[in-house]
């Protein structure tokens, strides 16, 4: 589990890095402030969760089973809270209008909200049997 999470962790910020330069290069020339604005909203969250897998990758006071929990709430968080905002935010440059998956924005953000709350209830039990 260990290596599966620090290669998706880099692979996760290797692509919050690829589609911040994206956006702040390419994009720039085609979409509003606003838009830009929140295209950047997805990368950063994409890398926040990069880094948090990185750092349950190198935990060892959490049980397996509490790892890959996280590890599957991280991935599929990050693939409809970011996704969906990368999708929302450059709308306008596809003919698909995107507006009617902005339902998946928030479901992603619970999905990676409950995968902090499970990283708090494992180190609260980790703790209490100490």
């Given at each position: 589990?260990?290596?599966?999470?620090?290669?998706?962790?880099?692979i996760?910020?290797?692509?919050a890095?690829?589609?911040?330069?994206?956006?702040?290069?390419?994009?720039?020339?085609?979409?509003?402030?606003?838009?830009?604005?929140?295209?950047?909203?997805?990368?950063?969250?994409?890398?926040?969760?990069?880094?948090?897998?990185?750092?349950?990758?190198?935990?060892?006071?959490?049980?397996?089973?509490?790892?890959?929990?996280?590890?599957?709430?991280?991935?599929?968080?990050?693939?409809?809270?970011?996704g969906?905002?990368?999708?929302?935010?450059?709308?306008d440059?596809?003919?698909?209008?995107?507006?009617?998956?902005?339902?998946?924005?928030?479901?992603?953000?619970?999905?990676?909200?409950?995968?902090?709350?499970?990283?708090?209830v494992?180190?609260?039990?980790?703790?209490?049997?100490?």
């Amino acid at each position: 589990m260990k290596k599966k999470l620090l290669s998706t962790a880099a692979i996760l910020g290797m692509i919050a890095i690829i589609l911040g330069a994206f956006g702040a290069h390419a994009l720039k020339k085609v979409l509003s402030v606003e838009q830009l604005v929140t295209f950047e909203t997805g990368v950063r969250y994409q890398m926040y969760h990069a880094l948090f897998l990185l750092l349950i990758g190198m935990l060892d006071n959490i049980t397996e089973k509490a790892k890959k929990t996280i590890y599957y709430l991280v991935i599929l968080g990050v693939i409809l809270f970011s996704g969906s905002i990368y999708l929302l935010a450059t709308n306008d440059l596809t003919s698909f209008d995107f507006k009617t998956i902005g339902f998946l924005t928030p479901i992603g953000g619970l999905l990676l909200i409950v995968a902090w709350g499970v990283l708090l209830v494992s180190s609260l039990n980790k703790n209490s049997q100490n």
